[in-house]
Nanobody
Framework: VQLVESGGGLVQAGGSLRLSCATS????????MHWYRQPPGKQRELVAT????????NYADSVKGRFTISRDDAKNTMYLQMNSLKPEDTAVYYC?????????WGQGTQVTVSS
């Protein structure tokens, strides 16, 4: 199983970024997928979840209305569209899938929002 995030970068407040999580070794359409982030000096936190079949999507309160999680089953890739970015969104962003009792994480992609 391999997860590879991309799309991070430096953006001004109010800007947008689109993160991608390319996967291999799993079929994302039948798995619940997550985006997490870890701000500098803080614990990792859950940002968004999309269940298998896309039946349910959930967001942290801090990103509701600004972030959109989605996936392309044909490409086995998950996305996080981030709009109206704020300096407090600065973090390393990770995608995660849980298979049985194992969690698989990507290496993370840095998002930095300047004020």
């Amino acid at each position: 199983v391999q997860l590879v995030e991309s799309g991070g970068g430096l953006v001004q407040a109010g800007g947008s970024l689109r993160l991608s999580c390319a996967t291999s070794g799993i079929i994302i359409s039948i798995n619940t997928m997550h985006w997490y982030r870890q701000p500098p000096g803080k614990q990792r936190e859950l940002v968004a979840t999309i269940t298998s079949g896309g039946g349910s999507i959930n967001y942290a309160d801090s990103v509701k209305g600004r972030f959109t999680i989605s996936r392309d089953d044909a490409k086995n890739t998950m996305y996080l569209q981030m709009n109206s970015l704020k300096p407090e969104d600065t973090a390393v962003y990770y995608c995660k899938v849980r298979l049985g009792w194992l969690n698989y994480w990507g290496q993370g992609t840095q998002v930095t929002v300047s004020s």
